[in-house]
Nanobody, 130 residues
Framework: QLQLVESGGGLVHPGGSLTLSCAAS????????IGWFRQAPGKEREGISC????????DYTESVKGRFTVSRDSAKGAVFLQMNSLKPEDTAVYYC???????????????????????WGQGTQVTVSS
């Protein structure tokens, strides 16, 4: 059974850092594109980053470029989101999601469109506040 579990959220002061983890079980993460999303209270879910199956393509939404870094570790079966210089507007529940992309033609593609992703984690809360 495919399962994703996020961890690493918490309360941090503005300017601080957090690293979110997304651990996969029940499937081979190497065959999946990964997306990171967040949803703030009263707002729609927002795509913030993605990394292709190959790891060759990475994308970020403009508001997190230069502050967030996504990476994947095949040996650990996990994906990470390093978040630096956090701002109060980064406060949200953060989710990872996966999209199967084992076909060669898809391995260098990634998207931050939420409807493209079939499986989601439960989310982890990130609160940036002084």
């Amino acid at each position: 059974q495919l399962q994703l579990v996020e961890s690493g959220g918490g309360l941090v002061h503005p300017g601080g850092s957090l690293t979110l983890s997304c651990a996969a079980s029940g499937f081979n993460l190497d065959d999946y594109t990964i997306g990171w999303f967040r949803q703030a209270p009263g707002k729609e879910r927002e795509g913030i980053s993605c990394i292709s199956t190959s790891g060759n393509t990475i994308d970020y939404t403009e508001s997190v470029k230069g502050r967030f870094t996504v990476s994947r570790d095949s040996a650990k079966g996990a994906v990470f989101l390093q978040m630096n210089s956090l701002k109060p507007e980064d406060t949200a529940v953060y989710y990872c999601a996966v999209k199967r992309a084992h076909v060669f033609a898809l391995r260098d593609l990634c998207t931050m469109i939420s409807t493209a992703y079939a499986s989601w984690g439960q989310g982890t809360q990130v609160t940036v506040s002084s």
